[in-house]
């Protein structure tokens, strides 16, 4: 057991995710490949759609289909996603205490409790997201109501921005959506922050969804600022690779403005994203769970407990979830 737990400034534990990271590439990789997988599979099933409907000339249902797609494919990205987090924070959970780790042993830890990382994912995405996705889709869905061929025949969207009351619309819904994205923005960052630690709260300590979010609420309180820094900056390594692994697709549209990239290069566009997703997606994970970790050590002094524990001078530092015995 790993007995040598302290507080750790960011970029500490930026240093300790890499190397994490670093040592068990495949044990990360291997988690995140269902959430890569299913986006990928979802995704080809659009551009396939898509064609189809193209080669049909059935224009009008093309937003349809890029709505409906849109709809169905956040929710389960979430969800799915939640399974992975939940998975990879135990993974992290054990290599950072100097446990042994298998994707197979992360996976069998959190089926018995799947329903409940799946409430709590489903609970966050509702709380946090809810607002901004209602602001977004009113807006676009405003704008695809009155602007015909928006987003799918440049012809028609350009004709449609030719009609004065069309622009005066387009104004007003632009105007509206402009004032409320700061505070609707504001709150969305806020509720993220205050729920962040949620997930590794559940997986490590067998919490139940509600007092996950309870739990993660009061261990976050003081350091939302160092919580924005941590996402601030994984986003922004996860954001350079993504740019540099799709550039063709930037090359692409900008070589056709106003046109949507062919099927062969959407098809591509989505292969190199499971790639990316598979390799990126647990980065936040582990950093977050680190963070969990580092928020008991500073003010629960978890690394006291845990040398205690190592030395067997107390029982277990954590109530520990059943299934998360392994191998």
Known sequence: MESNLRPMSLGEILDRTAQLYRTNFLLFAGISIPYAGALL????????????????????????LTWSTVVITIPISFLIYGMVMAATSRAVAWVHLGEPATIRGAYQSILPRRGRYIWLMAITWLVVFAPLMVLYGAYFGTIAYYVKGFG???AAQQAAMSNPQTMLIFGLAS??????????GIYTVMMGLRYSLAMPSCVVENLKARDAIRRSIDLARGSWGRIFLLALLIGVIKFGLVMVTQVFVFVAAFKHPGQLPGPGISALSQVIGFFTNTFLGPIWAAGITLFYYDQRVRKEGYDIEWMLQ????????????PGAAHE
């Open 310 to 321: 190592a030395a067997g001078l107390t029982g277990p530092a954590t109530q520990q979830d």
């Open 152 to 154: 799918t025949d440049p």
């Open 175 to 184: 105007l509206v959506f402009m004032l409320l994205i700061i505070p609707v």
């Open 41 to 64: 599979v979802l995704g080809l099933l659009q551009i396939g759609l898509t064609e189809m409907l193209r080669v049909l000339h059935m224009t009008d249902q093309l937003r349809w």
